[in-house]
């Protein structure tokens, strides 16, 4: 009985999921493009569909990611950490990722890691509106096939 209710939620979830309207404003943190767009610009579209990824920054660049070429996605606010050891390695080489990697405040971010067309492993770091992060991260994991990673805050122990 509980696999049957767990499959009809996963429908229901993934009916849902593909019933919002596409694409999504999103904030660029970081990553592989270059821009000059405020890290706080909601003005950025995410567009999911089953054969790409694409990315719409408000400068006009696109960013078009192979679901099948996609290796991990982690959410939460650990997910600027794993991207900010890419930047100590060098991957990735940009301001805009640097002010987002600071940023301590609880916010949905997404990190979509994959290779690229040349071979190179490549990342980006998106923020979700709150609104919208599950239908994101559904319509992600729906794409590629991958499970996201949750990467969850650690609570300090209380005392009395």
Known sequence: MKSITSIL????????????????QIRYRGGTLETK??????DN?????SDQILLELKDGQKLSIDPKKVTYISYGPAATRRVATWVTLGILVSPVALMGLFNKS???Y????????EGKKEGILLQA????????L????????????IEKKSKPNKTD
Not at 9 to 21: E, G, H, N, P, Y
Not at 37 to 42: A, I, L, M, N, P
Not at 129 to 136: L, Q, T
């Open 9 to 24: 939620l996963c429908i229901i979830v993934s009916s849902l999921a593909l019933a919002q309207k596409s694409p999504f």
């Open 37 to 42: 767009v405020s890290k706080d610009d909601w």
């Open 45 to 49: 579209r995410l567009t999911i569909l």
């Open 106 to 108: 609880v916010e949905h």
């Open 110 to 117: 997404i990190s979509i890691e994959y290779t690229s067309a």
């Open 129 to 136: 509106h709150k609104d919208n992060y599950r239908n994101v």
């Open 138 to 149: 559904a319509m992600l994991r729906g794409a590629t096939g991958k499970e996201i990673e």
